[in-house]
C-alpha cells in the first residue's frame, strides 16, 4: 500500500498484523500476570500518546488489581542527538509503595524512557519496570532495557497502533514500516 504523506509517496509495509499484535500481547499479559502475581496492586502508567492504544489493550488481559495511569514527555530533538526531555504532565502522586509497570510505544534512541525512569527514581514506588510494545536495539544511545518486549524491529519507521508520524497513523490496527516509494 502506498500513501501520500505532504506531497511524498510512501510504502507502507505491514510488519505485524492484528491478528500478531493481539496473540503477542496476550502472551507479555501473561508473563507479567505470572511475574506480579494476582493479589497486589499494579500501576500501570501509560506514556502518551504512543501507547495508549497497546496500553489500553494490555491491561484488559491482566488479572492483578490495575490502576491505570497516564503520562505525557515532550522531546525536544537538537541537530544531533543532543535532545532534551520534559514531562508535560506531572509525575502521579499515587505511585508511593505500589509497583508501577511503564507502558512504551518503543524504546528507539531510550532517550525518553531513560528519562522516565531517573524521574520515577525520584518516587517511593515499590518497584518500576518497563514493557514496550517494540524494541529497535540497533538504535539504543542509552543504556536501557525493556522488562517485557512486544517485538524487536530493525532500524527502520514504524508507524500504527498508537505510533505516529507527525501525530497521524496511530489509528491504523497494525504496525507498518514507513519507506519512500
Ligand atoms: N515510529 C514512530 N515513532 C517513533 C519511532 C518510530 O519508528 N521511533 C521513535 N518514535
Ligand atoms: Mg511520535
Known amino acids: 500500500m502506498q500513501i501520500n504523506v505532504d506531497g511524498t509517496l510512501m510504502n507502507v509495509g505491514v510488519l505485524f498484523s492484528e491478528i500478531d499484535i493481539r496473540e503477542r500481547t496476550k502472551v507479555i499479559a501473561q508473563q507479567i500476570n505470572q511475574d506480579y502475581g494476582t493479589k497486589e496492586t499494579l500501576v500501570v502508567l501509560i506514556v502518551l500518546h504512543g501507547a495508549l492504544i497497546f496500553g489500553s489493550d494490555l491491561v484488559r488481559n491482566l488479572e492483578m488489581p490495575t490502576e491505570i495511569e497516564t503520562i505525557r514527555i515532550k522531546s525536544y530533538e537538537g541537530t544531533s542527538s543532543t535532545g532534551n526531555v520534559t514531562l508535560v504532565t506531572p509525575l502521579p502522586s499515587s ?66 497502533y498508537g505510533l505516529d508520524l507527525n501525530g497521524k497513523f496511530r489509528n491504523l490496527p497494525y504496525i507498518a514500516n514507513l519507506t519512500k516509494a
Open 95 to 160: 505511585l508511593d509503595g505500589k509497583h508501577v509497570l511503564v507502558i512504551e510505544d518503543i524504546v528507539d534512541t531510550g532517550r525518553s524512557i531513560d528519562f522516565l525512569l531517573k524521574e520515577l527514581q525520584k518516587t517511593k514506588a515499590l518497584s518500576v519496570k518497563i514493557c514496550s510494545l517494540l524494541d529497535k536495539p540497533e538504535a539504543h544511545e542509552f543504556p536501557v532495557k525493556a522488562n517485557y518486549i512486544g517485538f524487536t524491529i530493525q532500524k527502520n519507521f514504524v508507524i500504527g
